[in-house]
Every structure is written in structure tokens, then in C-alpha cells.
């Protein structure tokens, strides 16, 4: 899946551009509107912390960042006194383990506290007015969904898309 951005002037056209989206069979799970707060979205489906968030990232970073450091640890453990193999393993797989799982739950907790960085280029846009619409497409279909939106509602900004959207949120 793919995260295209697309930056509209009101709510009317927003809800065009939604109704669209519809019509290509991209579900409702797959839009999310970002406006700014204490704009009336009415019926759009709102995004969520995951998506106003660096949460996913900031876990994806943690997993690595802490698992190799645990396996560091893990090394070092044992290196340090004379261990059996089986012993050594366990030691070095736990470590690894310990220190992806802490890494991932730090991360995420300092991701869940700082604002989408994609979205950040946009803030801008919304404190004015504008909303963000973002849709997660499948990779093949992206060039097919941006042109048939621009074709249909040509004063919608196509702002881009991510290289990928994770498959869990």
C-alpha cells in the first residue's frame, strides 16, 4: 500500500474527492482527513492518532535500534564469563529480545508524543483552512486513483505519496 496526499480548499470538495475514492473501492479504512481543530468534518472519516503521529516509525526505529543493542549486550554477556553454548544462545536471544521490546515501547511512546512528520509540510495549508485528505492505495493502482481525481475534481492538490504504509495499523 501506498499513501497518496491530497490537499483540497473546503469541505465540499473534500467530501467530492472521498465519494471518488469510494467510487475507485477504496474503503473508508483506508481515507483519513486531517483539518484543523474544530473544523465539522460531518461524516469523513477522521484521521486517527496513527496517522497524526510518528508512532509507527518511531516503533519500526526502536525495534532496530534497541534489538541490536540488546544483541550487543547479548555478545558482551557472553564474552565476558566461560558459558556453554546452549547458555550463551539463550542469553544472547533474551538480550536481543529484551532490547527490541524496550526500544519498540520507548520509541513508540516518544512517537505517540510528536506530530506526523509528513503532515508537518502541510500545517501551513490546514491552519488556514485547507484539508488533507490521505489514502492508502495499492501500490499498482496509485498513477490509475491520481488521475482519475484530478480528471474529475481538478482544483485538488496532488501532493505526493509515501513509499509504503505498514500493513498492522
Known sequence: MKRIYFLTPDITITKKIVDELHSLHIEDQHIHVVA???TPLENLPEANLL?????????????AVGGSTGMLAGLVAVALPPASTVIAGGILLAATLAGAGVGAWVSGM?????????????????????????????????????????????????????PRIPAFP
Open 36 to 38: 484543523k481543530r474544530g
Open 51 to 63: 496517522q497524526k503521529s510518528d508512532f509507527i516509525p518511531a516503533v519500526e526505529q526502536g525495534l
Open 110 to 162: 516518544v512517537g505517540m508524543s510528536i506530530g506526523n512528520r509528513r503532515i508537518k509540510e502541510f500545517e501551513e495549508a490546514i491552519e488556514a483552512g485547507e484539508l488533507l485528505v490521505l489514502a492508502d492505495v495499492p501500490t499498482g493502482r496509485v498513477d490509475e486513483i491520481e488521475k482519475c481525481v484530478k480528471q474529475h475534481l481538478p482544483q485538488v492538490e496532488i501532493e505526493g505519496t509515501e
